[in-house]
């Protein structure tokens, strides 16, 4: 089976009262049967011209072709198809900006009592700020960025960083993710590692998916039973989707004869499934649980519910908002593969080389695109 019981319980939140572990099991072995039948896992291209540099990296536009004589084969592993967006969902992520105030930023506060909190010039990682917290003890004290709307069932990625003096005790500093309902509530939280005594700046991160019940979070800045200072910066809060960039799959001109295509496949990786058909299983397999819980059936990624089974004011309707929630992430993930393919990629890493850019086109023109 391409996912897990497991899994797919704890992203549809339904208990075995609800609904069996036999029937989850069989709701997935239905599902991966759906995806076999659906989803190309090949796709094939051949050499266009070079489009773009980004830093020393290479790229290649690759267009996907349906017939070829002889080809040259990549075969690329699931993880290399996900990427984080580079769009920062967090306001004023280098604290920088001013607020309403002359004690915070733009889109910051704090909380606690027991320690000093301060929007300070001692340090910083980037810009002329950092959020220090100055404690002398026992509690928990924090800064925390205004709530920041997201997607249950989405992986997210904090990334910050970090420089103490003299932090004992407790601990230490750290960045949360807290995880909100729709009444602002927390409903879980997820901490990068912990940094203590007297570190220079540190970069620390978390990767975490979404609570089915959570609509919005909040990145907190944390230092909890802790002496010392700790100074906070450069934050960086993005989803992880389906990439347009496949990021390790090299290709050196020299291994490839003239004149003959490139075929790109994806491969399930030695490890285990492929992380894009596990994610697209998980997500029905969960739509599914969730509709055998409150009485509908589906097909593919369309489905349909009893009405006479929904209590509109209890439960049943929080479990009919995360079907749909769930069934959209699924035609997000099918409409990518029907578009582009399985490998679903506008640009293939080439030559992490030296040369400059004009070698480098002079290069594929020498090779040829066939």
Excluded: H
Excluded at 79 to 90: G, M
Excluded at 184 to 193: A, K, L, N, P
């Amino acid at each position: 089976m391409y996912t897990t019981a497991t899994k797919v319980r704890y992203l549809a939140n339904v208990t075995t009262t609800e609904v069996s572990d036999d029937t989850i099991n069989g709701i997935i072995t239905q599902v991966d049967s759906w995806i076999d039948w659906k989803v190309d896992m090949a796709g094939t291209y051949q050499w266009e011209e070079f489009e773009e540099s980004l830093e020393e990296d290479r790229f290649l536009t690759m267009k996907k072709v349906t017939s070829f004589d002889s080809i040259n084969k990549i075969i690329i592993t699931g993880k290399e198809l996900f990427q984080f967006d580079k769009d920062n969902l967090i306001n004023n992520p280098e604290v920088d900006e001013e607020g309403d105030t002359a004690d915070a930023p733009l889109d910051w506060d704090s909380a606690g009592s027991t320690a000093t909190m301060s929007w300070s010039t001692d340090y910083s990682k980037t810009g002329r700020y950092s959020l220090e917290i100055d404690k002398t003890g026992s509690g928990t004290d924090y800064w925390f960025s205004d709530a920041i709307s997201i997607t249950a069932g989405y992986t997210y990625k904090i990334k910050g960083w970090i420089k103490t003096v003299s932090l004992t005790g407790g601990t230490g500093a750290w960045i949360r993710i807290n995880w909100l309902d729709e009444n602002g509530d927390s409903v879980g939280t997820d901490d990068s590692s912990k940094t203590t005594g007297s570190e220079d700046w540190t970069e620390v991160s978390k990767e975490a998916t979404a609570p089915y019940d959570a609509v919005e979070c909040e990145i907190q800045l944390m230092s909890d039973d802790s002496s010392g200072n700790v100074y906070f910066d450069r934050f960086f809060f993005s989803r992880r989707r389906w990439t347009y960039v496949t990021s390790t799959a090299e290709i050196e001109f020299d291994e490839f004869q003239i004149n003959k295509r490139i075929q790109v496949e994806y491969a399930i990786a030695s490890s285990g499934t492929s992380p894009i058909i596990e994610r697209l299983s998980t997500i029905l397999s969960a739509r599914d649980a969730l509709l055998n819980a409150v009485g509908g059936t589906a097909t593919g990624t369309s489905y349909t519910v009893d009405g006479f089974n929904i209590n509109k004011g209890g439960a049943s309707a929080n479990k009919l908002k995360l079907i749909d929630n769930l069934n959209n992430q699924a035609v997000e993930i099918i409409d990518e593969i029907d578009n582009d393919g399985m490998v679903n990629t506008d640009y293939l890493l080439v030559n992490n080389a030296e040369e400059n850019l004009e070698d480098t086109k002079d290069d594929i023109r020498s090779y040829g695109s066939g």
